[in-house]
């Protein structure tokens, strides 16, 4: 096969093989109204030809840096990961009861402090 040939040949049939989203914000109201509205997309058949990802992240901006310095709010990325992975299980939770998917891929951060693992069984029917 030539490179001209190789190149006009995809793997997959489409452009991109996973839609990414993710809510860029430091806030956890922001992330769930944000991954809500995402999940509606995924369960509304949208990007249907390509792999969906959910992304539960919470992203320190300049506001959340600049309060960073208060003692009572998250100070490094661990600390906001620890933060809303305490969520997790409550987003799913809401979720499940409506009868949502969250999509084909889930990611977070800090996963070695998070209730990822039970969410995923639980989302997938293994007990």
């Known amino acids: 096969m030539d490179r001209e040939t190789f190149a006009t040949n995809k793997i997959w049939n489409v452009d991109s093989?996973?839609?990414?989203t993710y809510a860029d914000s430091c806030k956890l109201d922001t992330m769930?109204?944000?991954?809500?509205?995402?999940?509606?997309?995924?369960?509304?058949?949208?990007h249907s030809?390509?792999?969906?990802?959910?992304?539960?992240t919470l992203t320190p901006a300049a506001s959340c840096i600049i309060d960073s310095i208060l003692p009572w709010e998250p100070g490094t990325l661990l600390e906001l990961a620890k933060y809303g992975n305490k969520a997790l299980p409550d987003f799913?939770?809401?979720?499940?009861?409506?009868?949502?998917r969250m999509g084909n891929i889930l990611i977070?951060?800090?996963?070695?402090?998070?209730?990822?693992?039970?969410?995923?069984?639980e989302m997938n029917n293994i007990s």
Not at 32 to 46: A, K, L, P, Y
Not at 109 to 121: C, G, I, R, Y
């Open 17 to 20: 093989t996973i839609h990414n």
């Open 32 to 46: 769930v109204q944000f991954n809500n509205s995402t999940m509606q997309n995924f369960m509304d058949g949208e």
């Open 108 to 121: 977070i951060d800090n996963f070695l402090e998070s209730e990822l693992m039970e969410v995923v069984l």
């Open 92 to 100: 799913w939770q809401n979720a499940q009861s409506r009868g949502d």
């Open 49 to 56: 030809d390509v792999l969906f990802k959910m992304s539960w």
